[in-house]
Every structure is written in structure tokens, then in C-alpha cells.
């Protein structure tokens, strides 16, 4: 219902910043609530940061929180996660999905895109 497709990953060095990109496609749909998710090499997926659909609250993981912030546009169906100071436990795929209300929750997400990868280097 909500095709979304994450851009952005890619090489950065430890303390510096990357933007990454989720759009989706449709009309109502794609005013779903998002969260970023992530999944580090051998370990499970884990939430990162999540947006009201209408970009009025938001959620974080402690482990990203003053460091990444979340924040979408509906004209253009896009949410982004902005993350500075990275750490190479950062490194990680990122997964972009839509739930119908704001949460953390992994199950009560409906729709996932493919993934970005970041990878951080010291």
C-alpha cells in the first residue's frame, strides 16, 4: 500500500554527518507515521527514530538521541534522518517504514523499504 524507498547510505568518517532519504509512493497512504529501524552486522534490527505523519512528534533511541533527527515533508511523500556525529556503531543497514499511528514497535509497522547502507569508519 505504502512502497517506500530509502537513499542516502553510503561512507562517512567517524564525527561526520549523512543524510538519509525515505519516499514513498501514493497519495493518502503516504502520510503514515515513519520510523528509521536499523540492523548492524550479526545483530538484530533495532529501532532508531520515528515521526507523527504530520511531523509533529517524534521518538528516538537513546542510542541516537542529540545526535539524529527525524523530520519529513509531505509535499514531496519523504521522510529524512539526519544523523550527525556518527559513530562506527552506526554502522548498520537502515530500514524506512510506515505505521498507521507513532510508535516504536517494530510489529505495528505495516510497510519496509529495501534498506540503505551506512557504513562509519574511525
Known amino acids: 500500500q505504502v512502497p517506500l524507498v530509502e537513499s542516502g547510505g553510503g561512507l562517512v568518517l567517524a564525527g561526520g554527518s549523512l543524510r538519509l532519504s525515505c519516499t514513498a509512493s501514493?497519495?493518502?497512504?503516504?502520510?503514515?507515521?515513519r520510523g528509521w529501524f536499523r540492523r548492524a552486522p550479526g545483530k538484530e534490527r533495532e529501532f532508531v527514530a520515528a515521526i507523527s505523519r504530520y511531523g509533529d512528534n517524534t521518538y528516538y533511541a537513546d542510542s541516537v538521541k542529540g545526535r539524529f533527527t527525524i523530520s519529513r515533508d509531505n509535499a514531496k511523500n519523504t521522510v529524512y534522518l539526519q544523523m550527525d556525529n556518527v559513530k562506527p556503531d552506526d554502522t548498520a543497514v537502515y530500514y524506512c517504514?510506515?505505521?498507521?499511528?507513532?510508535?516504536?514497535?517494530?510489529?505495528?509497522?505495516?510497510?519496509w523499504g529495501q534498506g540503505t547502507q551506512v557504513t562509519v569508519s574511525s
Open positions: 517504514a510506515a505505521s498507521s499511528a507513532l510508535t516504536t514497535r517494530e510489529p505495528l509497522y505495516e510497510d
Open positions: 501514493g497519495r493518502s497512504f503516504s502520510i503514515y507515521a
